[in-house]
């Protein structure tokens, strides 16, 4: 299974996104989502301070730090780092202060 296809969250909740089906008999044949997770990663990665993903304790941003600064390069960099450091190819990290807008071209090589 390639990187880029993962198991689903709901976006509003954060929990596991669930769709039992059941067969004739009541038996769950189908529960969990799987799809395209990019995005998903993405802003999983921008939310998550360093230390939360045990597993890869120096994988996180903590882009709630990001209020109230003015660095803008660094930020860039340290957003472009951390995709890298999950195995996308980071085309580009756009970074808008004044305007509060972040735009990331990513994706998972194939």
Do not use: C, H
């Amino acid at each position: 299974m390639a990187k880029s296809t993962g198991i689903l969250l709901d976006p509003m909740t954060g929990d596991l996104l669930i769709s039992a089906q059941r067969d004739g008999t009541g038996l769950i044949v189908r529960g969990l989502e799987i799809g395209t997770a990019t995005f998903q990663n993405q802003a999983l990665i921008l939310q998550a301070s360093k230390g939360e993903f045990k597993e890869y304790p120096t994988l996180g941003v903590g882009i709630s730090d990001l209020l109230g600064d003015n660095e803008e390069t660094g930020w860039r960099r340290e957003i472009a780092l951390q995709l890298e450091t999950d195995g996308m190819k980071v085309k580009t990290v756009e970074l808008d202060l004044n305007n509060n807008k972040l735009t990331i071209d990513a994706e998972y090589d194939s």
